[in-house]
């Protein structure tokens, strides 16, 4: 598996500002990818963060909402802006191994509450 | 009608029990089959993953597919209490470095010593 870093792992914010979450890998990946777990709900695909050209949104999800950088094998944020209560959940990255298969391994995940 | 349908629980059982996890499906394009177990606080962590129909085994786990059904299982045998846990199903239709996860609702499961 690849050890998956996310920060912040916690935060507490208010409506209307953004904030920018890091994931980091300890070796290069061929897909990373960002989900959401509302409370009490199953994980939800946003985006696959491909890395030198622009993410690829699920439907729900636009770019201007939730930004997505990925400049190298082993990096990515994603940013939830202009934010409401709504988007109080955990936001995770996931990633699949360079010369793996299918298998997807998440990281810690960042619990967001907006107030 | 969801894509991925999993009981939501609580499942509560005794230690050493065998616990039985399902989901059904309905895109009968899925190949990839997967069980992540996630404890409060944490991310999911892959526990099984299997392509096709068939059975797999690893120590106290077994995952099956019946592909025919459109529903897969994960067996825990002697279960433990740190067992407990939500176990996620998911799975996927592509190939080639991963794809995107269709997750079921998640099964909390507790074990009770």
């Known amino acids: 598996s690849a050890v998956i870093s996310q920060k912040p792992s916690r935060d507490i914010c208010q409506r209307g500002t953004s904030l920018t979450i890091q994931c980091q890998v300890d070796?290069?990946?061929?897909?990373m990818f960002w989900y959401r777990q509302q409370p009490g709900q199953s994980l939800t695909l946003i985006a696959t963060?491909?890395?030198?050209?622009?993410?690829?949104?699920e439907s729900g999800f636009v770019i201007d909402k939730f930004p997505i950088s990925r400049p190298n094998l082993t990096f990515s944020t994603l940013t939830v802006s202009n934010m409401s209560p709504e988007d109080s959940s955990i936001y995770l990255c996931?990633?699949?191994?360079?010369?793996?298969?299918?298998?997807?391994?998440f990281g810690p995940g960042t619990r967001l509450t907006v107030t | 009608q969801k894509e991925v349908e999993q009981d939501p629980g609580p499942l509560s059982v005794p230690e050493g029990a065998i616990v039985s996890l399902n989901c059904t499906y309905s895109?009968?394009?899925?190949?990839?089959f997967m069980w992540y177990r996630q404890y409060s606080r944490k991310g999911p962590e892959l526990l099984m993953y299997?392509?096709?129909?068939g059975n797999k085994e690893d120590g106290r786990f077994t995952a099956q597919v019946d592909k025919s059904s459109k529903y897969i299982s994960l067996f825990i045998r002697d279960s433990q209490p740190s067992d407990s846990a939500t176990y996620l199903c998911?799975?996927?239709?592509?190939?080639?470095?991963?794809?995107?996860?269709?997750f079921g609702q998640g099964t909390e499961l507790s074990v009770k010593p």
């Open positions: 070796s290069q990946v061929t897909m």
């Open positions: 895109n009968s394009a899925f190949q990839y």
């Open positions: 963060a491909n890395q030198g050209s622009e993410a690829t949104y």
């Open positions: 996931s990633v699949t191994k360079r010369g793996g298969t299918y298998e997807q391994y």
């Open positions: 998911a799975m996927s239709a592509i190939y080639n470095q991963g794809g995107k996860l269709i």
């Open positions: 299997t392509y096709s129909s």
